[in-house]
């Protein structure tokens, strides 16, 4: 940190998605000037986006909650955090005592992985009270991949990150890095540029995806296939590998199911697989042997179809296919890192399994389907929610059924809000508890940083104050745990420190006060790698590549009917696509700095399909589905494949004023209302995000 009276240059790194990039502040009278990319990080240099760049703007919005806020009369009035932690404490005590612990619910959302101590003690908290109704945003994320990594490893949070910079094959499935970066359980700083660099010196790079994303214009063969139909895609690549005789099994661990997985292909034909993915034959067989064939290589699957039908069968399918050639733990292929805290190796099901009350399903990472929550809060019987805590999360406007869940929030005796901003999913507050900036806050994020393709460590900076009074987000769960007489963490941890210490001392490789004393971050090792084989072996693990509970699911799907994978005349699948500038429906509250372009508000729709369907460029169409109807602008395009249409995914979400409730940016519409809440992957319990049927058509 460089420093006079008042102006000050301080280094920390990005806390909104997982590339942490490093920065360099400019700050000057307590004010931020200007955010930079830090040269001087070791790790992260090369990375940066518009997103980290004006990230004080958020800090600084006129609409930010700066206080606790309580609900009279309709309008939100400041109060102290005495009083709220009083009332709220009150609230919770009454409602356990008529209705049981049960009645009391959490949802975190996706920044609460970017905040250890606030996760922590909401989870503690939680677990102290003694509810079962957990609920999180890996139900409209990842949820895909825990069942398929539990299914086949025993590891629901294993993280396999891509060895990019010594790959000879990158096949990429629903999934487009050159926005939304090498990031998910994993991380690979400026990723994107280095599987260029790779492609330039001769590497193939495989795009599967229904829309030639940014990242499929850079590769040497875009696959387009029908929305949620990659599994047929997949299987298909396998089916040719074991019948041609193309697999590599790894050495040092047993692999179980090759059998069963080769029985199923033999049952199918590679015409009807690449009917029902609607890819032809021959390509199917070209990619099955390039990738067999080259000498390093991965496949990797994104949220793309994990937000579809059929998430699991295509996260189970591309980790069989590395392992049934051998890319696990290999040299450009994919890898786990043991640094510094390993926490897939640590431990199999975070929680023990339980099925929830309302439909029987059952949890994934200790917690239900976001998607079952309407129905818990407004389904009578003993267990119904009365009571939510919603932690950096805006699930009315990400996740599926936001009119179904707006409607059941309603219902609440009690909705607590922790949260930077009043939005949508917090209309219906009774509390509005302010949370910490990560330019406000100092943090040493040990579980994120172990997802490194390095072994690398980072502290966040406090840049500027946070707004005066303001706790951290943390001492909330604290302080009501002690008015309700609970004790957290068995009375072992109080301070979010002492966490990352123990969690870094069990490595025995960094300290805390390490990690503090270096300004830009600390490489403290080498990349090594084998160490997920080593671990298995050891304990005399096996792979299951062809698990019985998703060889009856990818069973049915192939009994399905190859035309009705293709919708009627008029119809549509609709899939999503991310902003730069924004994320998910966050960071609109920038005063505008987010841009808009025109496709924004745009349905973009295949030029053919549209001439078809008399719909011109710049026409207003309404987009219908079972849920809902939504207004949008019709774009043509020959970039997305026939029978699809792409809405942003996010954006119309509107923010509000948190005094008054009004809408203080609104642009667009809400996508995901036309998303139903009943309709799920039935082996992960995510909704169909991505591949939701619906009919377009020209207004008057
Ligand atoms: N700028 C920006 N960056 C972000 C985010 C953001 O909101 N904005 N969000 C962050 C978060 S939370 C996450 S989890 C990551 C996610 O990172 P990614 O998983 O890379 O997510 P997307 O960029 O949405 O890419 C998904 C792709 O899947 C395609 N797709 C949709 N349905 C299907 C299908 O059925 N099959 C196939 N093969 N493809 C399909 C879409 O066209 C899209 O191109 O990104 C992170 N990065
Ligand atoms: N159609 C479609 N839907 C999708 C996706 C898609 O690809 N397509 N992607 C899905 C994915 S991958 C994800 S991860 C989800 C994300 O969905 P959400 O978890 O709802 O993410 P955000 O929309 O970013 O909302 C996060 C909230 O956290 C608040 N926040 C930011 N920082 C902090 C903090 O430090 N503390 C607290 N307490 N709050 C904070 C923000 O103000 C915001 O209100 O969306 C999912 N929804
Ligand atoms: S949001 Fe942008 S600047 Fe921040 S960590 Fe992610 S890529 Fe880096
Ligand atoms: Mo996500």
Known sequence: MTNDQSQRTVFTHCLICEQLCGLEVAVEDGVVKSIRPDKQNPYTWRDFCVKGQRSHEVASSPWRVRMPMKRVDGRFVEASYEEAVSDIAARLQAIIARHGKDAVAGYLGNPMGFSSGAAAWHFSFLGA?????????????????????????????LALIPDIDATDYALLIGTNPAVSKFNWGGKVPNGWRRLKDRVHAGAELVVVDPRRTESAASASRHVAPLPETDWAFLLGLIKVILDEGLSRLPSEIAVTGRDALYAICEATSLNRLAALCDIPVHEITAVARGF??????????????????????????????????????????????????????????????????????????????????????LTPGQGQVRALIVGGGNPVSTGAGGDHLARALG????????????????????????????????????????????????????????PPGLRPEWTFYHDLAAAMGLELFGGHISHPDQMA?????????????????????????????????????????????????????????????????????????????????????????????????????????????????????????????DTSTIRACATLSGDIRRSTVVLAQGWGSPLLDPATSAVAYLRGNERNKLVSDADLDPLSAAPRLNGTLVAISRIG
């Open 411 to 466: 219902q609440l005796e009690l909705l607590v809000s922790v949260d930077l901003f009043q939005r949508e999913s917090h209309r219906e507050a009774h509390w509005l508890i302010p949370a910490v900036h990560f330019l406000e806050r100092e943090e040493v994020h040990v579980a994120l940083h172990s997802m490194n393709d390095r072994p690398f460590i980072q502290s966040t900076r406090q840049v500027i104050e946070p």
């Open 292 to 377: 067999a064939a080259a000498p390093r290589g991965f496949a990797f699957a994104g949220t793309g179809p994990a937000l579809g039908r059929h998430g699991v069968l295509t996260h189970w399918l591309t980790l069989a296919l590395n392992v049934l050639t051998d890319r696990l733990d290999r040299p450009g292929g994919r890898f786990a890192p043991n640094w510094p805290y390993n926490m897939p190796m640590t431990k199999g099901h975070s929680e023990p399994k339980r099925r929830s009350r309302v439909r029987g399903i059952e949890t994934v990472v200790g917690q239900y389907s976001l998607s079952e929550l309407a129905d818990e809060i």
């Open 501 to 625: 210490a123990g969690m870094l001392a069990g490595s025995g490789k960094v300290t805390l006060e390490q990690v503090r004393a270096s300004e830009h971050g600390l490489i403290y090792g080498e990349r090594t790698m084998g160490h997920f084989l080593e671990y298995f072996g050891k304990q005399d693990r096996s792979v299951d590549v062809c698990p019985e509970r998703l060889a009856g699911g990818l069973k049915a799907a192939l009994t399905g009917d190859v035309k009705t994978s293709l919708p009627l005349p008029g119809h549509y699948r609709l899939i999503s696509r991310r902003r730069n500038g924004m994320m998910n429906s966050s960071l609109t509250e920038t005063s505008g700095s987010v841009g808009h372009d025109e496709t924004d508000d745009a349905v973009e729709i295949n030029r053919i399909d549209a001439e078809q369907a008399g719909i011109a460029e710049g026409d207003w169409v309404e987009v219908r589905s």
């Open 129 to 157: 009270l003694g509810t079962n109704q957990k609920y999180g945003v890996q139900s409209i994320d990842s949820n895909a991949k825990h069942v398929a990594c539990d299914a086949m490893f025993g590891l629901e949070t």
